[in-house]
């Protein structure tokens, strides 16, 4: 039986706000979708930022198989105690040597965590479709992007990115909107795979994250009004409610990577097959 251990970095206010809208925490998103790509995986969820988490040690990470960090809104350029909380979790994480996976937030705070800078965007935020994300050359040949073609499209909602990746770093993927969209980060021993969009949502959870922040995309010029967020929104929960619907992927300028869930979960069950992998080594 896979042991994950699955890490968020939303506060405890944060995570009884996205229940309430979702009716999970990232954390729970996360181990949902784990579970139905692996039906008999034991997760354990943590929140390593809250004011009472426990320390962890090197020992306690090395009972898992993989750790999965979750998106959130922490701005991991802020020098908070949460902050630094996290990261501290985070280079316990590379310490130990158990692989890690992570998307949105998860992949700004192993960046950060491994000494390289995260900011908040400079021209807009990026929400809802991030479209023509492009691999590189070593992103091609990683097994994290395995079965993606050269130029995807992916359900993405974030304000802040990466600015620089630390050293011993490869850039896999990117788009005009933002420079690193998937990368491999290398760091005291660990090796952490992330991507800057969501393969753990579903087109729902994208179209509530969207309503959500309806003031803020207005604000980056991304929508003249809320009617406009709650029209893209629309079409998104129609993709969920029907994936082949022509007209509504028509609309919304996508194809099979966004509609299809197996193929939105792509990166994640990579990073599973590398975990089996290594487990079948090592067993």
């Not at 405890?12 to 990232?26: N, Q």
């Not at 898992?64 to 316990?92: I, K, N, W």
């Not at 969501?198 to 959870?205: G, I, K, N, Q, T």
């Amino acid at each position: 039986m896979p042991k994950y251990l699955v890490t968020q970095s939303e506060l405890p206010e944060e995570r009884e706000a996205r229940r309430g809208r979702t009716g999970k925490s990232s954390g729970e998103t996360y181990a949902a979708t784990l579970c139905q790509i692996v039906a008999d995986a034991e997760v354990t969820i943590v929140a390593p930022a809250d004011d009472d988490a426990p320390a962890f040690t090197i020992d306690d990470i090395q009972r898992f198989d993989g750790v999965f960090l979750t998106g959130s809104p922490m701005h991991v350029y802020r020098e908070t105690p949460a902050v630094a909380r996290q990261l501290a979790f985070m280079r316990v994480v590379f310490a130990s040597g158990v692989p890690s996976f992570g998307s949105c937030a998860g992949l700004q705070i192993a960046v950060a965590a491994a000494g390289g800078k995260v900011r908040r965007m400079p021209r807009r935020m990026e929400a809802g479709v991030a479209r023509g994300i492009v691999a590189t050359e070593a992103g091609s040949d990683h097994p994290l992007l395995a079965g993606r073609g050269r130029v995807w499209e992916a359900g993405a909602i974030h304000g802040d990115e990466v600015e620089v990746l630390p050293p011993d770093a490869v850039l896999l993927a990117g788009n005009s909107v933002t420079g690193v969209q998937a990368a491999e980060v290398r760091f005291t021993g660990g090796v952490f795979w992330g991507v800057q969009y969501h393969p753990e949502l579903s087109l729902e959870e994208i179209a509530i994250a969207l309503r959500a922040q309806a003031d803020d995309l207005v604000e980056a010029g991304l929508a003249q009004d809320a009617g406009d967020v709650a029209r893209q929104a629309a079409l998104l929960d129609r993709l969920h409610a029907e994936p082949d619907h022509a007209p509504t992927r028509w609309k919304l300028g996508v194809g099979d990577e966004l509609a299809i869930e197996a193929n939105r979960r792509r990166e994640i069950c990579n990073f599973i097959a590398h975990l089996n992998t290594l487990r079948n080594k090592t067993g």
